[in-house]
């Protein structure tokens, strides 16, 4: 199954596709700045070496897209070829000029990074953040737009409740998407920054992360209730509702009824928990 966008990003704006009409021309490196709309923060530096020497032998086979601003130009597209050449010692870069606003900068260089999967997890969540926020959309309608399922979307986003230091440990890659969505569920949220500690100190993998955490919310269940222990029945039918919800589940019951308690962290989050009951 393809991982690229759907028809997301053709149904906003046309990308890189160079309109006949359109005229590609070339302008000094020193007239050029970054976009600041570019949701990507980390550019490796081995990846921009490698086309660097690719731009020496080939030159720029793309142009970048810009936009004029006051006398200098800033990027649309191609934020990479462009530091590529500056790496390669050249002075000119092939471009096209085109009138954009800024919320349409910031839309195509959130899409085109997408399209290109080049963002971390953290980088994408705040990536579909910021086009809900500028287009208005709901998870639901920004997920169909990209050809995005909506799970992916909500999954994304609910990382941006992570501690700061916990969302730069994923984007600097020390920990994963799934060890992110494993530390949403700590009851005690205080101690997601120790236990990410503890995750890359041992090494631990995302399931033995999830037994950790099974393991805390248990003790703290433990902790407030009368002292007595839960039947395994009911934390079999805990664990099952944890793993369809994506979220902390506890089951309360004593005599003939009790109540099922589902964690949520954001307004989007109950969103995505009351669509799964929907269905």
Known sequence: MSKGLGKGINALFP???I???????????????????????????????????????????????????????????????????KIAGLTEIPVVVRELTDQQMMEIAILENLQREDLTPIEEAEAYQ??????????????FRLGKSRPHIANHIRLLSLPEVVRGHISAGNLSMGHGRALLGIKR?????????????????????ESLVQKMN???SRETSTGEKKDIFIEEKESQLREYFGTTVTIKKSKNKGKIEIEFFSEDDLERILELLED
């Not at 205080?190 to 995302?206: A, F, G, Q, R, T």
Request: charged share 30%; hydrophobic share 35%; net charge neutral.
């Open 19 to 85: 309109n006949q009409m359109e005229t590609v021309e070339k302008i000094s490196l020193k007239e050029i700045k970054v976009n600041p709309f570019q949701p990507r923060k980390i550019f490796d530096e081995a990846a921009l070496n490698e086309l660097a020497e690719s731009i020496k032998e080939h030159g720029v086979l793309q142009p970048i897209i810009v936009r004029r601003k006051g006398k200098s130009f800033e990027i649309v597209v191609g934020e990479r070829r462009f530091r590529g050449s």
């Open 218 to 220: 248990d003790d703290v």
């Open 15 to 17: 990308g890189e596709s």
């Open 130 to 143: 910021n086009l809900m926020e500028s287009l208005n959309l709901t998870q639901e309608q920004l997920a």
């Open 189 to 209: 949220k205080k101690l997601i920054p120790s236990i990410s500690d503890k995750v890359m100190k041992e090494n631990l993998n995302v399931r033995q992360l």
